[in-house]
């Protein structure tokens, strides 16, 4: 990761503006989180930093993450599990995941119909939105293609069949 990423400076003037010095530790965290430019739970970004920061515990990685989140730099995200990763997109970007029941990967996808579609439900009735995600649960391809899927992982959660499933729930048609 570039030290000229202006995330960092972002997250620098939340800290001066917080009253939280920027230390060292909390620049290292930072930098490999954008650096890994994917959904990490701490532990999983502890992990990561440890070889190259010993000194670094896991509840220091957890509160820059939080802080992180704070600072509009980050997303706290539960996708059925008791745990939260983080995911550098703000919160204010359409964010749609496909999760794989059977070994966990996520998968963001965006779809130009998506927004549309979320402005016309809105306005339809008269909502304001200010913050959209949508959690697909199914398997992957590489598990689908390995026949996994009589199995579930026991930490993730089923695929739900939708109650909106009525006449005002658009179909695939809508999407395109």
Known sequence: MR??????Q??????ARSGLKATRQRALI???????GQHLSAEELYHQIYPQAPGIGLVTVYRTLKLLRKAGLATERRFGESY??????????????LICTRCGKIQEFGHKGLLHLREKVARGYGFAVTECKLELYG???DCARRGHGRGQRKDARPARADPRNGPEW????ALR
């Open 3 to 8: 030290d000229d990423d202006p995330r960092l």
């Open 10 to 15: 972002r997250f620098a003037d939340f800290l």
């Open 30 to 36: 930072a930098r490999a989180f954008f650096g890994a």
């Open 84 to 97: 939260a990763r983080f995911d550098p997109s703000p919160v204010d970007q359409p964010h749609n995941h």
């Open 139 to 141: 398997l992957c391809r």
């Open 170 to 173: 658009p179909g695939r048609a």
